[in-house]
């Protein structure tokens, strides 16, 4: 796991703990603490080596609390730009400690 000291408001990026083959998928899983804030708008931006990894483009992005729009800008590092809105910004599920944001997938390049 990559984020923050527990209780503080942050990000949490979770990365799979067993080895991955070539070919295999690989998912990111993003959560957020906020604290007593809504988290109704959110930027990403995930550098990745192309010759390692692969964005799947289409399929690759998953919310159920977020519209998510993504464009991948390739080169050495590739980036992944992603905005996530809020689909209802009222809502209390994007309130607190362990909003689930999106899951991005990539493959491993072999």
Known sequence: ELGFPAGQVGLLVRLPHSPRLPSESLTLDFTATTGTQSLAFFQISIYFDPAV???AEGSG???????INAQVTNGVPSRLDIIGVAIDSRSSSIVGEGVP???AQFTLMP
Do not use: F, K, N, Q
């Not at 992005?61 to 519209?67: D, H, N």
């Open 53 to 55: 990894l692969a964005y």
């Open 61 to 67: 992005l998953r919310s159920s609390l977020y519209t």
């Open 101 to 103: 944001m999106l899951s």
